[in-house]
């Protein structure tokens, strides 16, 4: 309905699709024209929590190119860790290769996170002895400078509903999205007591095993249901050829039990009111098995 937006963008009134702002502020976000910024939900802090941004918790680690390796470990976008609660890594078993031009070597524990794509994979580096370890240009190291935060809870918090939309407000380009460290940095985060976030941290965990154990039953579940469909139809496949083996037998049995001694062959009658021979009895349990053995090699 164009006629309809139109006039509720010239009418000149801020709303949920259109917002007028001073020529400063988008002066203050380096001219980034992307509607998210500036129609980001205001996050108010619940009682008992600080609202943070991460440039008070986090220092980024300096770039230093001027190192005399000419090979090391470095660290792939695709290597850093995506996962809530499995997040610390050594990379002691990266391959060595040849570095390139602008890697930067990791000498400490560092927060990483991915400036590429809207997925910060954070991950928190524990350097390992007689490693050197470096990162790309798509990657930034920060070092914790506040010990009110823990890391497993600022690992978090990055997966939270209302960080990653900060993240998708301030990132750019419009093929591949990135953020800027200076961006990244400006992103807010509630901040309560150690404890309460501890607590936090432990519930999650709880809550994650307790969705894990869940899926875990259902598919057990699903299995038992199909292995017992697929049983049900094995037996229902076998109820056919297994009664005429039985039958088959029994004339046979018979036929042997009651002529002991006697010369046997294969065109002798074993059912007068039929006048089926052995031949035919033998067929009949040569088939049924056939069938049987196919039945069990294919599964089906």
Do not use: W
């Not at 980001?40 to 991460?54: M, V």
């Not at 294969?266 to 088939?287: A, G, H, I, P, Y």
């Amino acid at each position: 309905d164009q006629e309809t937006l139109l006039a509720r963008i010239e009418a000149g009134i801020d709303s949920d699709i259109s917002k007028s702002i001073p020529l400063k502020e988008g002066q203050a976000n380096d001219y980034n024209l992307n509607p998210n910024l500036y129609f980001q939900e205001e996050i108010i802090a619940p009682e008992g929590y600080e609202l943070k941004e991460l440039r008070e918790l986090l220092t980024a680690i300096k770039r230093n190119t001027n190192h005399k390796n000419q090979t090391g470990q470095t660290i792939q976008i695709g290597d850093l860790a995506n996962n809530l609660f499995d997040y610390e890594r050594s990379y002691s078993d990266i391959s060595i290769s040849p570095l390139k031009k602008y890697a930067t070597k990791l000498s400490k524990k560092s927060l990483l996170i991915s400036k590429v794509s809207l997925n910060l994979k954070p991950t928190y580096f524990i350097p390992a002895d007689g490693n050197s370890i470096f990162i790309n240009q798509n990657m930034d190291a920060f070092e914790l400078k506040d010990k009110k935060v823990l890391i497993p809870y600022l690992i978090h918090e990055f997966y939270e509903p209302y960080f990653q939309s900060q993240i998708e407000a301030l990132a750019s380009g419009s093929v591949i999205a990135s953020i800027s460290t200076e961006n990244f940095l400006s992103c807010k985060i509630l901040v309560p007591s150690l404890e309460k976030q501890k607590t936090i941290v432990d519930e999650s965990r709880k809550q994650l095993i307790l969705e894990k154990e869940n899926e875990l039953k259902e598919l057990r579940q699903k299995f038992e249901q199909q292995t017992y469909e697929e049983f049900a139809s094995l037996k229902h496949a076998l109820g056919k050829p297994i009664p005429g083996i039985n039958i088959a037998l029994e004339y046979v049995y018979e036929y042997l039990k009651n002529n002991p001694g006697e010369k046997i062959s294969l065109t002798d009658v074993v059912s007068q009111r039929r006048q089926t021979t052995l031949q035919d009895k033998f067929e009949v349990m040569f088939n049924g098995l056939k069938l049987i053995q196919t039945l069990l090699e294919k599964g089906e």
